[in-house]
């Protein structure tokens, strides 16, 4: 190298050094385990052990007696397989609710519902019966009237399950400064060592349903410097739908996932968390699918839409509150990936022929777009979350470009070269 480019090389080196290392820490960019399409929401006054079988036989009634409206959405054969999920394993993440959907009740009657939270969580470890990939709870919030309370149901409930049951997650309600993220961090390190537990096991999400969370007194984005304060330990960042529409004076008929309020802390939320490896999820809606079957019908054909919307907008999580929600969230999302999957393998197999001299898709499947890596791990990604929601198969994948295999799909989707 010329006199210039070493000088020129060694300062910038000093310079940016320190930034590289930073950078490599704060965005890793790398989560190998699933997630969720969804997080189910039940009080703790009504949970019970047998709660995700009777959530899926009361989703696959509804299903089946609204057939013509969910073919009308997706067509026959996505709504065989979305009753086949129904029926297979409808529930993937589950908390058990002791904050808003549960109320404020004398402390003998919270304690004991805690404790029989406890008790389900750890008996769906132990038989597998509860939900597919993770479950815990949701207790009251960190504000000064409250945050006592949440803690001596989050002990009540540890105390019913004999420890931290495996998969548990908790949910933190109403995020308002950074600094209590200190203190999140703080109940997990005593989790772990009454229980005796390694550092880090003990997981949480934050919930984004306060204005301040989004926008601190300082100009600052409260949820960006929460994600880097919580560690390894922040799991998820969750959009609540009412409180935040509240808080921000959106009167009760407009307060709805798809309200520009609602849109813009949904994007801050997705930047901050951006190669962090921490998920966003979606809120939930009020409106279920009950009553008479003009209102069934149209109570499914909203959230099947607002799921969708939210999977366009790249939030593949959300929350669901009743049975029926589970019918139009497997449907849509079924569907989202399968309409997705022949341009993504098409593009997929022309970028893995270019990249490492793979076979050429099939004929008639060639994209006619040069795609870069960040797009081609994207397309993987679409891959990777179609087969974990069983959109399709690997078969499926495999007619229209044999080179597009599972294993270069996962090496593409932690940002390994394919082989």
Request: charged content about 25%.
């Amino acid at each position: 190298m010329s006199g210039l480019t070493d000088r020129a090389a060694a300062r910038m080196d000093a310079i940016l050094g320190p930034v590289d290392a930073r950078l490599e820490a704060m965005y890793p960019d790398v989560r190998v385990d699933e997630q969720p399409v969804h997080t189910v929401y039940v009080g703790a006054d009504v949970v019970e052990i047998d709660t995700v079988a009777q959530w899926a036989a009361a989703a696959a009634s509804i299903a089946e007696a609204n057939r013509d409206v969910l073919v009308e959405l997706s067509g026959d054969a996505a709504v065989d397989a979305a009753i086949a999920r129904l029926r297979r394993a409808p529930v993937d993440d589950l908390r058990i609710d002791l904050e808003d959907g549960y109320g404020n009740r004398p402390d003998d009657v919270e304690d004991a519902h805690a404790r029989a939270a406890g008790e389900v969580l750890a008996h769906w470890s132990r038989t597998g019966t509860g939900p597919r990939l993770s479950s815990g709870v949701r207790c009251k919030g960190l504000g000064p009237a409250e945050r006592r309370r949440g803690l001596r149901s989050m002990e009540a409930v540890l105390s019913g399950a004999g420890g931290v049951p495996d998969g548990f997650v908790f949910t933190v309600p109403k995020l308002r400064a950074v600094e209590q993220v200190d203190a999140v961090v703080a109940l997990c390190e005593e989790i772990e060592h009454a229980h005796g537990l390694r550092e880090h096991t003990v997981r949480f999400e934050l919930q984004i349903e306060s204005p301040q969370a989004v926008i601190g007194f300082d100009g600052v984005a409260t949820v960006a410097a929460a994600i880097h304060r919580s560690g390894p330990r922040l799991s998820g960042l969750h959009y609540g739908t009412y409180d935040y529409s509240a808080a921000m004076g959106v009167v009760s008929a407009h307060q709805s996932l798809e309200h520009p309020v609602a849109d813009h802390a949904k994007a801050v939320m997705l930047a901050a968390a951006a190669q962090t490896g921490v998920w966003v999820s979606d809120g939930s809606t009020q409106v279920v699918p009950t009553g008479d079957p003009d209102r069934v019908a149209s109570a499914l054909r909203r959230h099947h839409r607002l799921v969708r919307r939210s999977l366009e907008r790249g939030i593949y999580q959300g929350w669901d509150v009743h049975p029926g929600h589970l019918v139009t969230r497997w449907l849509a999302v079924q569907t989202f990936f399968a309409e997705a999957m022949p341009a993504a393998v098409a593009r997929l197999g022309a970028h893995l022929e270019r990249l490492v001299g793979a076979d050429a898709p099939a004929p008639g499947a060639e994209s006619g777009v040069l795609d870069e890596p960040a797009t081609a791990r994207a397309m993987a990604t679409v891959l990777a979350r179609g087969w974990a929601c069983g959109a399709f198969d690997h078969d499926d994948v495999a007619a229209l470009a044999p080179a597009v295999t599972a294993a270069r799909v996962a090496a593409l989707v932690s940002g390994r070269r394919p082989e």
